[in-house]
């Protein structure tokens, strides 16, 4: 019997493959088949032998392929809610057996496990990936792109999108309101309020938070004079019995407010901040990074960092569409991009609002982006937020490099404070390994990537320079952690 094909894919379906045959040996090259929801992947071969009587045989394989020709006839249907393949296997005339017919359907996918063994998981899983992850949207995006693109004219107005950060104090939360079409300052914008018991960040029976705008920048989804509002959280104004209105103040998942308190005292210092950003993308269904085998792993690290290639560059199209500046990391699947150098505070309303970014342009590939500092157990890379760091004092030479080094000293002595507040969930990034530091202990040293502190090789060379903290986990608060490296550095 030959049959050749085009590969396709059928992960996680079971296969009932019946015929009948006569003291022949019948092979089955085990693959996929075609199915327009999946793609490819690349398993072994399986033998059926039987050599008495005809007989009815049934076999069950997770996973098959089989090639196109013109001895092959495929055909799809439906029926209710669960999808069938038949493909007709004509076999060959010598072999005596009448013809084949396999019928194709569903079962419950494999849920993402763990192996504890990885080179068990990747003998599993020859393939370096497998190309079932088809990023699909959920919606028709022409539609959305004709009314983006061809309702310009908004009648003297704009819409202004209200951002601000949820109760777990990691989420994101939006909302927006028409606006009269002008240049925008923050001071200018209206105070907003929203409810904060849904948000986990108010009780029900005074669930009221105030948005106050921060920072204002370009809206890239509805284009035009529309804008985007980064903003932090407030109690609102309260008029007790005596007739005396309390001002508002910051509610406990606000760490703006004290970040701008330490920003003002070190202003004429110019702290200069730089975060690159890693994260990881995962597929919506599964929970597992966009790509890898079906509760498996592809091959070992190596080939992906700043790849190129189907394979090794997974999911290219997110980061380009949202942002100019990025790098594929070291985990497959795993990407980076740099926002900076700012100054003060304007570090953590840049990174917080290029998150928001980040999550709508997943939302409209249905992909899921996850900051999670590891995001896969294991001899993996976990996903970092290095943040660089200079001063006018560092910047200029030749004292710069003693400035650094001073530093680094008490950087050294708050060590634990820093480490406490740099990222939930770190302690399962900074091992000792994979490119990371001891959570435990403290160093610093030149081009040293595995120190807490690591300055670049120019620096002692230039007498000044930049250095860069690489504790900080990629879900880091970048108003906590620009705080407390002002603070420690500056004010202590």
């Given at each position: 019997?030959?049959?050749?094909?085009?590969?396709?894919?059928?992960?996680?379906?079971?296969?009932?493959?019946?015929?009948?045959?006569?003291?022949?040996?019948?092979t089955?090259?085990?693959?996929?088949?075609?199915?327009?929801?999946?793609?490819?992947?690349?398993?072994?071969?399986?033998?059926?032998?039987?050599?008495?009587?005809?007989?009815?045989?049934?076999?069950?394989?997770?996973?098959?392929?089989?090639?196109?020709?013109?001895?092959?006839?495929?055909?799809?249907?439906?029926?209710?809610?669960?999808a069938?393949?038949?493909?007709?296997?004509?076999?060959?005339?010598?072999?005596e057996?009448?013809?084949?017919?396999?019928?194709?359907?569903?079962?419950?996918?494999?849920?993402?496990?763990?192996?504890?063994?990885?080179?068990?998981?990747?003998?599993?899983?020859?393939?370096?990936?497998?190309?079932?992850?088809?990023?699909?949207?959920?919606?028709?995006?022409?539609?959305t792109?004709?009314?983006?693109t061809?309702?310009?004219?908004?009648?003297?107005?704009?819409?202004?999108?209200?951002?601000w950060?949820?109760?777990?104090?990691?989420?994101?939360?939006?909302?927006?309101?028409?606006?009269?079409?002008?240049?925008?300052?923050?001071?200018?914008?209206?105070?907003?309020?929203?409810?904060?018991?849904?948000?986990?960040?108010?009780?029900?029976?005074?669930?009221?938070?105030?948005?106050?705008?921060?920072?204002v920048?370009?809206?890239p989804?509805?284009?035009?004079?529309?804008?985007?509002?980064?903003?932090?959280?407030?109690?609102?104004?309260?008029?007790?019995?005596?007739?005396?209105?309390?001002?508002m103040?910051?509610?406990?998942?606000?760490t703006?407010?004290?970040?701008?308190?330490?920003?003002?005292?070190?202003?004429?210092?110019?702290?200069w901040?730089?975060?690159?950003?890693?994260?990881?993308?995962?597929?919506?269904?599964?929970?597992w990074?966009?790509?890898?085998?079906?509760?498996?792993?592809?091959?070992?690290?190596?080939?992906?960092?700043?790849?190129?290639?189907?394979?090794?560059?997974?999911?290219?199209?997110?980061?380009?569409?949202?942002?100019?500046?990025?790098?594929?990391?070291?985990?497959?699947?795993?990407?980076?991009?740099?926002?900076?150098?700012?100054?003060?505070?304007?570090?953590?309303?840049?990174?917080?609002m290029?998150?928001?970014?980040m999550?709508?342009?997943?939302?409209?590939?249905?992909?899921?982006?996850?900051?999670?500092?590891?995001?896969?157990?294991?001899?993996?890379?976990?996903?970092?937020?290095?943040?660089?760091?200079?001063?006018?004092?560092?910047?200029?030479?030749?004292?710069?490099?003693?400035?650094?080094?001073?530093?680094?000293?008490?950087?050294?002595?708050?060590?634990?404070?820093?480490?406490?507040?740099?990222?939930?969930?770190?302690?399962?990034?900074?091992?000792?390994?994979?490119?990371?530091?001891?959570?435990?202990?403290?160093?610093?040293g030149?081009?040293?990537?595995?120190?807490?502190?690591?300055?670049?090789?120019?620096?002692?060379?230039?007498?000044?320079?930049?250095?860069?903290?690489?504790?900080?986990?990629?879900?880091?608060?970048?108003?906590?952690?620009?705080?407390?490296?002002?603070?420690?550095?500056?004010?202590?």
């Amino acid at each position: 019997m030959s049959i050749s094909a085009r590969p396709s894919v059928v992960a996680g379906y079971r296969c009932h493959l019946r015929c009948h045959l006569r003291n022949r040996d019948l092979t089955i090259a085990v693959a996929s088949l075609p199915n327009k929801r999946h793609g490819a992947v690349n398993p072994p071969e399986r033998r059926l032998q039987e050599g008495v009587e005809p007989l009815e045989q049934e076999a069950e394989v997770e996973k098959m392929s089989i090639k196109k020709s013109e001895d092959v006839e495929t055909e799809e249907r439906k029926t209710g809610a669960e999808a069938f393949v038949s493909v007709r296997l004509v076999v060959e005339p010598n072999s005596e057996a009448s013809e084949s017919v396999v019928a194709l359907a569903p079962s419950q996918p494999p849920e993402p496990s763990q192996p504890s063994n990885r080179a068990e998981a990747m003998s599993a899983n020859p393939g370096v990936f497998s190309p079932d992850e088809q990023i699909r949207s959920l919606l028709d995006q022409s539609i959305t792109r004709h009314y983006l693109t061809t309702l310009t004219d908004q009648g003297g107005k704009i819409c202004a999108e209200y951002v601000w950060i949820g109760g777990t104090g990691a989420d994101l939360r939006s909302k927006g309101r028409t606006l009269a079409d002008k240049t925008w300052k923050p001071e200018e914008l209206p105070h907003w309020n929203y409810d904060g018991s849904s948000t986990g960040q108010a009780p029900g029976t005074d669930s009221e938070v105030y948005l106050v705008p921060r920072a204002v920048y370009k809206d890239p989804f509805r284009g035009g004079n529309n804008i985007l509002v980064m903003c932090d959280t407030y109690e609102p104004p309260r008029l007790l019995p005596d007739g005396t209105v309390v001002p508002m103040k910051p509610i406990p998942t606000n760490t703006r407010a004290a970040c701008a308190e330490v920003m003002e005292k070190v202003k004429d210092e110019e702290p200069w901040f730089g975060i690159e950003q890693e994260y990881a993308l995962l597929n919506a269904s599964t929970k597992w990074p966009l790509g890898w085998p079906k509760g498996g792993f592809p091959a070992a690290q190596g080939p992906y960092y700043c790849s190129a290639g189907a394979g090794v560059s997974i999911g290219r199209d997110i980061p380009e569409v949202h942002y100019r500046g990025v790098n594929g990391e070291v985990l497959p699947s795993q990407w980076e991009y740099q926002v900076g150098p700012c100054t003060g505070i304007d570090m953590g309303d840049q990174l917080w609002m290029s998150r928001y970014i980040m999550y709508r342009v997943c939302e409209m590939y249905n992909v899921e982006v996850t900051f999670d500092p590891k995001p896969v157990p294991g001899d993996w890379n976990g996903s970092g937020g290095h943040t660089n760091f200079s001063t006018k004092a560092t910047r200029t030479a030749p004292g710069g490099w003693d400035v650094i080094q001073e530093h680094c000293e008490k950087l050294g002595k708050r060590h634990a404070v820093h480490i406490a507040a740099y990222g939930e969930g770190n302690e399962r990034r900074l091992t000792g390994k994979h490119e990371t530091s001891s959570m435990s202990d403290f160093s610093w040293g030149v081009a040293n990537r595995g120190c807490s502190i690591r300055v670049g090789r120019m620096v002692p060379v230039d007498k000044c320079g930049y250095y860069e903290d690489r504790r900080p986990a990629s879900n880091l608060d970048a108003y906590v952690v620009t705080r407390l490296i002002a603070e420690t550095t500056l004010l202590m």
